[in-house]
């Protein structure tokens, strides 16, 4: 019960064996306009194709063994980073590399063996699941197909997956409908485990369950961590469950990231006025009657969003430079980078606030 | 802070006593809330905490008098100022609701046409429960959309509900609500679907209007943090039944109940970084097969023999009362 | 480590029987009594038109067996060597209309049944390639599916006639023709919204091959509006050869449908001579009936929204 779950702290990260690395990653969705769209264009109607940035030029580094949390609000990207990620969805621009090589160069067998070594949990553990698949079909399909296991050996091996994830095996040859969030979410984690990754992407894996649930996958997260030495990117908008899980947190504001830095760091020393703010946001159970002090303004449409910085119309501290050049991503700290022009300002000392 | 369970000089905005409803499915009767019993005095707010199933929600329709088929409230007491809504005429309700009692949903397309002009709905609204002119009802309306932090709510009064924002919208549901400075608002998870920046401002919002306008709120949320800056009193319900309620700092800083306590410590921010989060086993029981006596016993890490009778409701320390034989008094400091 | 592997807890339903999605769905079918009745009704109609070579009283095709002494005798006569009772008369060929109506039921429901299932393997087939190719392929598809909904279909229907000439077969090729354009659009609507469900995005991620994954896992969760839209269509289908029949257009006049029995006794209608018309006519009704209730039925329990 109370030994330490984390591996050891990632100060000298540099060192370990990078596990996936993603370089100048770009990601757009455009609206492309039909027969009827492109007439109405050509005759003036002020109409026209529709391109959204969802994510915009990002690196990423995660090591074997590391817990990196990714936060972010709506429409920040953090979702389509993570199908990128997890190799759902090609980038429209950059490179993801997988152990040092780049998947898309990969074909057949080792293409095959770097998808299934990056799997992901989802966040609704309803539609994620097929309805019409009983629970042995879903956990045990992909690892019969690709030879993971046998037919002789199917039972025992979807047993073994169902027991990893806190499943009783006599259940499975129920259908996904009979079995509550907290246990849908659970064969969701088995079927993940069944083709043995190395990597976990959970993309808001928590949000849809009960507070008495959600701690009960995280804590068998954290387990299987340690069992089995797992690199997780953890995805959320719940930054009390990021500071919890991760080694280092990633923030996300309409593509970009803004910030990145070790989990005290960004808990105690948040750089960043989005950072800062959306720390000041989460609400806590130590508070009593507080008056909430919030950031202005809303999010913008990442259909349009601001110029220079993408936080500068909600920022306290914007000036002139904001409102024109996209500040870079620059490290104010070892390991800690942050995208604020308030950084260069000579008296600020790399705090602003 | 002095909790508000009994009411000595004006009578209290709203008491509910002993209120039950139950859906009568094709499954079985579900006891969807169960002897809740609460009070919600001028200008309070009351957090109605619970996870999904636990009867928040119906708890707040029913005193909307809005539980549908196969639902029915089958016994106990809702008094509004007085009045028993239990025993109101459906007239006498409709009056009521979104005049002097309002509801904010979670999805606030429950509350807007998203065929209609934001202003057409807010004057419509007024004129159909006062005698206001077109102009006055709708200098309310931009007063009202402005208390809310609408900004420019001249130009917003114009818009159609699909051209504002997931927040925006919240932020309109609510100003209708407000428009008739109701005296009570049920709010049932208005604030779950939004970011937390959004959320943030949405709660500073209302707790302005609480401390201005003297509007009781009920806040029903699955968020034991949101309720913690904003509510006087929680009332933790699970499996339809309360089993916590008194002021906040009562309820999570000395939690009495094993449900409350075992909430309070599987919050992440409670448990040290990177340690096993201290869990509640199991999964809620489906409410058709509850268990005979206390519904938490099969999860309960204090349950005994005595807890498979029905424990009461009981005042165990000075206005903080619990559904529980076993309570944490140590959390309080009193000796067990 | 005990805190984190959390009892196995048992899910709320503990019947001892599996409940898979098919009991779940019979149970909520025969909540409707009128459906289940219908139901009834037409399996009773379908077991009448397969064992109508033992059942009728003559075989109306064969031409031997008519005598022509007989025509239009009302209904409860006896033959002419007294050997069958016409329960339901006789038409101008002196052809027992019961043995036709049992005969005319097995063309009706082959040709209604048969070009259903072809035009719905078709259009699911071409909708599911539609949404998931999108792009050009989409356009192509769902543009001549448009081209062939904005066609009355009694006339198309007439028009491929007239090219291919009669004929039961040619019936069915005119009726999928003009039909697998409704399953087209409606399996391609449901994948569409199917595909964006995470259980198809874990299929991808599980490294599955992408006909596998349309075949296992998206096609069978767009099985539901296609079982309703193949259920109204089979009605429509029945009613059209009849149509077509009526018309002259369909079945050889040697081997009558339920269509072509009731043309037979049109123009006798007037003369009092009603049943010849008439019991064909509630035999259709009936049918086509009993499908629909069927159908509709079937509607609301597989339909996800009118869930409670």
Not at chain 1, 281 to 309: D, H, W, Y
Not at chain 2, 169 to 184: G, K, S, T
Request: charged residues 20%; hydrophobic residues 45%.
């Amino acid at each position: 019960m109370s030994e330490t779950m984390n591996a050891p702290a990632p100060v000298a990260a540099g060192k370990r064996e990078k596990m996936i690395e993603v370089v100048g990653v770009s990601r757009r969705f455009a609206k492309r306009l039909d027969f009827a769209g492109k007439l109405a264009a050509k005759l003036g109607a002020p109409i026209r194709e529709e391109v959204v940035h969802a994510v915009d030029k990002v690196d990423l580094t995660i090591h074997r063994g590391e817990v990196v949390g990714l936060v972010g609000e709506s429409g920040c990207g953090k979702s389509t980073l993570g199908r990128m990620v997890a190799g759902i969805l090609p980038p429209s621009d950059g490179s993801i590399l997988w152990k040092g090589q780049d998947r898309t160069g990969l074909h057949g067998k080792e293409a095959r063996a770097a998808t299934l070594q990056a799997q992901m949990i989802f966040q609704d553990p309803m539609s994620s699941l097929n309805p019409r698949l009983k629970v042995a079909e879903i956990i045990g399909e992909a690892p019969l197909f690709h030879g993971l296991t046998k037919r002789s050996e199917f039972g025992a091996y979807v047993d073994e997956q169902m027991r990893r994830a806190g499943l009783d095996p006599s259940y499975k040859s129920r259908y996904p409908h009979q079995f509550s969030g907290g246990q849908r979410q659970r064969i969701g984690i088995a079927r993940a485990l069944a083709v043995q990754p190395e990597f976990l992407v959970c993309d808001e894996s928590v949000a849809a369950l009960d507070v008495s649930i959600q701690a009960q996958i995280l804590n068998l997260f954290m387990k299987l961590r340690r069992e089995l030495n797992l690199t997780y990117l953890f995805i959320s908008h719940d930054l009390g469950v990021v500071e919890h899980l991760s080694d280092r947190v990633v923030i996300m504001y309409l593509g970009r990231v803004v910030e990145e830095a070790p989990t005290e760091t960004v808990f105690a020393r948040a750089n960043h006025p989005y950072t800062q703010s959306l720390l000041g946001a989460v609400p806590r159970i130590e508070a009593r009657k507080k008056a909430f002090v919030t950031v202005q303004g809303e999010i913008p449409s990442p259909l349009n969003p601001p110029a220079g910085c993408h936080f500068h119309p909600r920022c306290p501290h914007a000036f002139d430079r904001c409102r024109v050049e996209v500040p870079a991503l620059k490290e104010v700290a070892p390991g800690h980078k942050s995208r604020c022009h308030l950084n260069d300002l000579p008296n600020h000392g790399g705090q602003p606030v | 802070m002095q909790p508000t369970i009994p009411a000595s000089a004006a009578p209290p905005t709203l008491q509910v006593r002993n209120l039950q409803t139950k859906f009568f499915t094709r499954a079985g009767v579900v006891p969807a809330v169960n002897d809740v019993s609460f009070t919600v005095s001028r200008g309070k707010v009351l957090g109605l905490v619970g996870e999904s199933g636990s009867g928040k929600t119906v708890t707040g329709f029913s005193i909307m008098r809005l539980v549908d088929d196969p639902g029915r409230i089958t016994g106990g007491e809702i008094l509004f100022n007085g009045q028993d809504l239990v025993k109101s005429s459906e007239d006498e309700m409709r009056q009521l609701r979104g005049n002097r009692i309002a509801m904010i949903f979670q999805d606030p397309m429950m509350t807007l046409n998203p065929v209609l002009r934001i202003d057409t709905q807010m004057i419509e609204t007024m004129q159909a429960h006062t005698n206001i002119s077109r102009e006055a009802a709708r200098q309310r309306a931009r007063d009202t959309l402005g208390m809310v932090g609408i900004p420019s709510p001249d130009e917003r009064l114009m818009a159609y509900p699909h051209q504002f924002s997931g927040g925006m919208r919240q932020r309109v549901a609510i100003a209708i609500a407000l428009l008739h400075e109701p005296e009570l608002i049920v709010a049932d998870e208005p604030t779950t679907a939004l970011d937390v920046t959004i959320q943030g401002q949405i709660l500073a919002e209302v707790q302005k209007l609480a401390a201005n306008t003297g509007t009781s709120i009920i806040w029903i949320t699955h968020d034991l943090s949101v309720v913690a800056g904003l509510a006087d009193d929680i009332a933790v319900m699970y499996a339809g039944e309360i089993a916590e309620y008194g002021a906040v700092a009562d309820v999570l800083d000395h939690p009495l109940h094993p449900y409350t306590n075992g909430l309070l410590g599987s919050v992440p921010s409670r448990n040290k970084r990177g340690e096993p989060l201290r869990q509640i086993p199991g999964t809620t029981p489906s409410l058709l097969r509850l268990p005979p006596g206390c519904p938490f016993q099969t999860r309960c890490p204090r349950a005994a023999d005595v807890c498979r009778q029905p424990p009461p409701m009981a005042e165990i320390l000075p206005a903080h009362e619990a559904r529980c034989f076993r309570p944490h008094l140590e959390n309080a400091g009193v000796a067990a | 480590m005990s805190a984190t592997t959390a009892p196995p807890v048992p899910t709320e339903t503990k019947a001892p029987r599996v409940e898979t999605p098919l009991r779940r769905f019979i149970s909520e079918f025969a909540e409707s009594k009128m459906a289940v009745g219908a139901l009834i009704v037409f399996l009773a109609i379908v077991l009448i038109a397969i064992f109508a070579p033992l059942i009728s009283p003559q075989n109306p095709y064969d031409l031997a067996q008519l005598d022509i002494m007989d025509g239009r005798l009302e209904p409860g006569s006896k033959s002419g060597d007294g050997s069958i009772t016409y329960w339901l008369g006789t038409d101008d060929q002196g052809r027992d209309m019961l043995s036709g109506i049992m005969y005319g039921l097995r063309i009706s429901l082959v040709v209604g049944a048969g070009s259903a299932i072809v035009a719905a393997l078709v259009g699911a087939s071409l909708g599911m390639l539609a949404a998931y190719a999108g792009g050009r392929t989409d356009t192509v598809i769902m543009r001549l599916v448009d081209l062939q909904l904005s066609f009355p279909t009694i006339l198309s229907a007439l028009m491929i006639l007239a090219f291919l000439g009669k004929g039961v077969m040619n019936v069915v090729i005119a009726l999928i023709v003009v039909e697998w354009a409704y399953y087209a659009r409606t399996v391609r609507g449901t994948a569409l919204v199917e595909r964006r469900r995470e259980y198809i995005e874990a299929a991808q991620c599980l490294a599955l091959p992408t006909r596998r994954i349309i075949f296992r896992h998206l096609l069978p969760n767009c099985m539901p509006p296609l079982i309703v839209v193949a259920t109204i269509q089979i009605a429509r289908a029945i009613a059209l050869e009849a149509t077509l029949s009526f018309l002259g257009l369909g079945v050889p006049i040697t081997e009558p449908s339920l269509g072509l029995l009731i043309a037979n006794g049109y123009e006798y209608m007037l003369s009092g001579k009603y049943w010849i018309s008439f019991y064909p006519g509630i035999a259709l009704l009936i049918t086509i009936v009993s499908i629909n209730l069927v159908g509709d039925h079937l509607r609301d329990v597989l339909n996800p929204r009118l869930k409670k």
